[in-house]
Nanobody, 128 residues
Framework: QVQLVESGGGSVQAGGSLTLACVAS????????MAWFRQAPGEEREGVAA???????LYVDSVKGRFTISKDNAKNTLYLQMNSLKPEDTALYYC??????????????????????WGQGTQVTVSS
């Protein structure tokens, strides 16, 4: 059974940094495409960053240049380094994982519906 456990959330001031981690168990992360999503109260879940099996990454425009997604296959851990945080980054952050075919377009990996495996979320709050 696939399990994903996020950590690293917290409260920071605008301009600060946080690093989220998502530890995976029950499967080998090297075979999975993984992503970070976030959801603010009253809003839809939004794809933030994704990384495919080959290590190629994709970001939503609002975080480009500020966030970095990475994966340590040896530790079965996904990371999201978040710098220059803004109040609008405040949300519950989730990691997700799925086995996708190698031809699956990276541009489609920020769609929540393609993932069947989700963590429980970690809260990020950025104050101005």
């Amino acid at each position: 059974q696939v399990q994903l456990v996020e950590s690293g959330g917290g409260s920071v001031q605008a301009g600060g940094s946080l690093t989220l981690a998502c530890v995976a168990s029950g499967y080998t992360s090297s075979t999975y495409s993984m992503a970070w999503f976030r959801q603010a109260p009253g809003e839809e879940r939004e794809g933030v960053a994704a990384i495919d099996r080959g290590g190629a990454s994709l970001y939503v425009d609002s975080v480009k240049g500020r966030f970095t997604i990475s994966k340590d296959n040896a530790k079965n851990t996904l990371y999201l380094q978040m710098n220059s945080l803004k109040p609008e980054d405040t949300a519950l952050y989730y990691c997700a994982a799925e086995v996708l075919p190698r031809w699956y377009p990276l541009a489609q990996m920020l769609v929540p519906g393609i993932y069947n495996n989700w963590g429980q979320g970690t809260q990020v709050t950025v104050s101005s």
